[in-house]
DNA sequence: AACTATACATGAATCGTTTCAGGTGATTTC
DNA sequence: GAAATCACCTGAAACGATTCATGTATAGTT
């Protein structure tokens, strides 16, 4: 049936502890020996069995990542980042996307745990301390993907969100706004608590006066933008605001839907509108969209490192690494 | 260090035997033992070696996939079917994105090989027949994913193309507009040829005249389609389409961005758009795009049924399962 | 010539499951 | 009441790789 490594040793007229020291440690075999089993495993089609290989010397060529959604275009790049990485080190991704439901990531880490991955990468969603606590525990290392680790506790791989923040408010009082409208939630989570913090702080630290109004969802996706789009509309027209910060570019999308919609191109005209991610629907819609970039391939990337060096030496200190967002003009702030 | 099936043998007072049995077959195990032996694993923590399981038993519970292009929500939606699929029989899904190259379409081909996964779902972009050969040789289940496996050499899921085709252009033509073009390509993509094919087959088949000329891309981009939307509006006018059907929605959010710039809002009252895939960003656009819905996460769900019962029973038939497109409408065809 | 160091090769033990032939005691059948 | 059937358990063998203590041959040193 499938060829093994005793297949092999045969053919090539040596033993199965040389094959496997060909396999693992060429330099410690004579040249010879080296190209005899070589040839021998292209002889027969020979691939190693992984499952074997794991099991005994318990080293993982898989390494976990959890997304918490999966439609988001922000985490496909983060996820094509590791998975170059990755490729380098000839490991394999096992992917789970959780939808933002909590059920969904303790099966994850459960099913992955069984897999006996190298480390896990994961962007969280519910209180996960205790499962990643057991992860460790059974030597799986878990980085957390856009998400600082407060506590330090474990490592982590972030955008500074609230320098985010900031960036994106600044950049629309210099370019005349003055009332400016949040959109964004649920305030829970994080990463959007520490956008509007960095909303708040520009618009406090401003040398004119500026409102920051905070018009909260309870999700990130284009449906909650379009409805948020509406509200804000319904009201009179001189209670809108002049510019409006979405927490990220699926809310922007659909608030951009809104306020483009009748005929009326509200935008950039009568309000400005800024997203967060920069994704690629970002600078594809209609009216291109001002947006914080974060570099999600190279968070990607420096994680899946994290977990790997994390993979190599149990004992290393978790660490946080915090790259800085970046401001990405486009028309829809463009001065009025 | 960690919990073996041993541990949990000893705690509970029975063999090793009753312990894998109350784990795979609880039926011929006492109801009394399988009590004992639940509340042991519920102590220590027990979690199966997956990779001891699939050395002994040569099952294997991940299933891979290679998707084409991971920006394309289309994939990413498909790829969700597939997991939720996977979940209920507890499998991992081990994914990769080749990003239309071929070389790491191979890479990942090999990779998945060394990992024994169950089966493969692949969306296919090189010429992958020889190492599909091979994968299948290996005992490994190979299943096309958006792609019909003309000569039935293996399975298939997707959707009747030629029928969307026809579809998007019928309605252009309904809500009569006569000038048409199709932008999208490359051609020697089977998906789009097939689309382009069913396009001309309704032009052909109106009981008027209507004109149908092809805007070729060279990739399923937005940029792409931004770059095609420049294209037709630096014609003279009378020369424009009145209506453009773009290969996917990617292509087709390029073209929207071209026809709605400088604050002209050609679509859909000069020209008509729709697009193929209906993604969430199709409904998510400024002017929401009427679409071809393809069930994706059906696909996903089937294909993945589908490689689980070919790798139960490896003499099975391959068989082509192909769903019927849905023509979904919205703004950006609104009758002129 | 005696000793040490170096370079390779060997093959049995091992990892944690599953499987299965065989065993035990209780219950049913004739 | 002997035989057959049933319901459960048991424990050793096996899966295919890696590891490591042990061995042999050759080269280098005194």
């Known amino acids: 049936m499938s060829v093994s490594i005793r297949d092999v040793a045969q053919r090539a007229g040596v033993s199965v502890g040389t094959v496997s020291n060909v396999l693992n440690r060429p330099g410690d075999v004579s040249p010879d020996s ?13 691939v190693r069995n992984d499952a074997a290989r794991k099991l005994r010397a318990g080293v993982s060529t898989t390494v976990g990542f959890v ?37 969904r990531e303790k099966v994850y880490l459960d099913l992955f745990r069984e897999q006996q ?13 205790p499962q990643l606590r057991r992860l460790r525990s059974a030597g799986i290392a878990p980085v957390l993907v856009d998400r600082f ?32 409208a949040f959109v964004g939630g649920p305030l829970q989570l994080r990463q959007m608590n520490d ?24 999700s990130m996706t284009v449906d909650e933008g379009v409805a948020a789009g509406a509200r804000i509309l319904a009201r009179p027209r001189r209670e809108w605001p002049d510019a409006v910060f979405a927490g990220n570019d699926l809310l922007a999308l659909g608030l951009l839907q809104s306020l483009v919609s009748g005929g009326r191109m509200l935008v950039p005209d009568e309000i400005a509108l800024i997203g967060f991610d ?59």
């Open 34 to 46: 080296v190209a005899r089993v070589s040839q021998a495993i292209e002889e027969l089609g020979y």
């Open 149 to 180: 680790s407060a506590d330090g506790e474990f490592s982590s791989v972030s955008v500074d969100s609230v320098a985010g923040g900031r960036l994106a408010v600044d950049h629309l009082i210099e370019t005349g706004r003055r009332r400016i």
């Open 278 to 336: 920069d994704t690629i629907f970002a600078a594809a819609a209609a009216v291109p969209l001002s947006s914080i970039r974060q570099p999600s391939r190279m968070i990607g990337r420096t994680a899946l490192r994290i977990v790997l060096e994390e993979a190599a030496d149990p004992k290393s200190i978790p660490r946080q690494t915090v790259f800085a967002p970046e401001l990405v003009i486009r028309r829809s702030t463009a001065g009025s």
């Open 67 to 103: 997304v918490l959604d999966g439609q988001n275009p922000f985490y496909n790049d983060v996820v094509r980042g590791a998975e170059d990485e990755a490729a380098t080190h000839g490991i394999a991704i096992l992917y789970g996307n959780t939808d933002e439901d909590p059920s």
């Open 195 to 218: 956008r509007l913090a960095g909303a708040r702080a520009s618009a406090e630290n401003a040398a004119t006066r500026v409102d920051l109004e905070v018009v909260a969802t309870t």
């Open 117 to 129: 991955v190298r480390g896990l990468l994961l962007s969280p969603y519910g209180d996960v301390l």
